[in-house]
């Protein structure tokens, strides 16, 4: 009897090395997580938008259709994207900052989540990342736009792609670059970092001053803001819900109401410390609390407030930088200038805009202006405080130095010889 041999059959394996495992399909992950941020942004956005409009509409007796309503709340949404908008005969290009700030915060979230779910360390990661949500949001702004345009609301396809897509690239950008470590911060000279952020600070203290001014003026007109609310209603919760999202924008008007140029309410108004020419207002929180007259005397210190804060920034800025010398604080600070400048210059912008055809076609401060007396203010005051604060800074360390050489006492080496050796026992 034979017995056959047979021997079981095996699966060829292959032994892999210690090299890197084979990446994920990287396209796919970039799709589904951009699909997923973008949506999830809009969707933060726009429901506390959509409950605010749906509780008004209840509360004004439910008249209207629910696609009304819902135009509405795409209406809100997009002009908190600096969209130009048309409410029946008023032409509404003011964007309330506050909701702004919010849509440009969850887009840098949105683009930074992208980023992290595809592991994105390079500039590469940041451009597919940042561009497929940019993308993405883009076509929902088309959409809204488009769907929006019904009733009383009447939005341009054009205008409104134009003025969203530059804030949603822009966010996105910085979020997607800041998750990926691939910001040229980093990069930069010593004195440009400390020029600019000197600048960006320098900026935001004269709106934190803006901001205080604009919460005087309510305190001080309190009974006229009152009596305006008062006309509305039942519905005057809304009309204080949007005077709190245009907030910002008093801000930056005081701010530039400070630096001197003043801001319009209308064509052909000035409203300025020393001057105000206005016309008739409409019955709105916002332009109850707008001065009707100049500033008194003892109030025109505010005039020298920006000059003020530069020379006080000046100073920290040359105190901070004792390892930089003279001909780069010079520079730093007139970076910290141009660069508070330009902030200004465009916050004003993005304020400014219209809220209807004829009286109030023009709202807000001229950019050009702002960025001239401010930056001339702040030129002066970063750059000569500066060099004054340098000055003395360098006496200091001398007087410093000299003072260590007298106390202390050099005690020096011995020689090295033969002496110094140690004893060799056998």
Not at 118 to 145: E, N, W
Not at 252 to 262: D, E, H, L, N, R
Request: proline letters at 8%; one cysteine or more.
């Amino acid at each position: 009897m034979r017995i056959s041999d047979s021997t079981p059959h095996q699966r060829e394996t292959e032994a892999l090395g210690p090299g890197p495992r084979p990446r994920p399909k990287r396209p796919r992950a970039l799709l589904a997580s951009a699909l997923a941020t973008t949506l999830w942004c809009a969707t933060v956005v726009f429901t506390p938008i959509l409950v605010c409009v749906i509780a008004g509409w209840w509360q004004a007796g439910a008249e209207g259709s629910v696609a009304t309503v819902a135009a509405a709340a795409g209406t809100a949404w997009l002009a908190g994207h600096g969209v130009p908008v048309d409410i029946g005969p008023i032409r509404l290009s003011v964007a309330p900052l506050a909701l702004t700030a919010v849509v440009a915060w969850r887009l840098a979230k949105a683009a930074a989540g992208t980023t992290r779910a595809i592991g994105g360390r390079d500039a590469a990661a940041v451009r597919a990342a940042a561009g497929l949500v940019t993308i993405l949001y883009t076509g929902l702004v088309a959409s809204a736009a488009a769907l929006s345009a019904r009733g009383p609301f009447g939005i341009d396809m054009l205008p409104a792609l134009l003025h969203a897509v530059p804030l949603i690239a822009a966010a996105t950008a910085f979020g997607s670059a800041r998750e990926a470590g691939v910001l040229p911060w980093g990069a930069a000279s010593v004195w440009l970092r400390r020029g600019l952020r000197t600048g960006f600070i320098t900026a935001g203290a004269l709106l934190a001053f803006g901001a205080a001014a604009t919460g005087v003026a309510f305190a001080v007109r309190g009974p006229v803001v009152a009596d305006t609310l008062g006309v509305y209603g039942s519905a005057s919760w809304i009309v204080a819900l949007m005077s709190l999202l245009y907030l910002p924008n008093l801000a930056i008007w005081a701010a530039a109401y400070i630096a001197g140029p003043g801001f319009a309410v209308g064509e052909g108004t000035a409203v300025q410390t020393a001057m105000v020419e206005l016309g008739p207002l409409p019955a709105f929180p916002v332009f109850a609390a707008v001065p009707n007259a100049p500033l008194p005397d003892y109030a025109t210190v505010l005039v020298g407030l920006p000059l003020m804060l530069a020379a006080v920034f000046g100073v920290i800025l040359t105190y901070r930088s004792p390892d930089l010398r003279l001909p780069r604080v010079t520079t730093a600070s007139i970076v910290a200038a141009a660069t508070a400048a330009l902030t200004l210059a465009l916050l004003s912008y993005l304020s400014g805009g219209a809220a209807g055809h004829d009286l109030l076609a023009d709202l807000g401060p001229d950019p050009l202006a702002v960025a001239g007396t401010a930056g001339a203010q702040l030129l002066i005051g970063l750059v000569g405080a500066a060099l004054v604060a340098r000055l003395f800074a360098v006496h200091r360390r001398a007087a410093e130095a000299e003072l260590v050489r007298r106390d202390t006492v050099v005690i020096p080496e011995p020689a090295p010889g033969r002496d110094d050796a140690l004893p060799w026992h056998p």
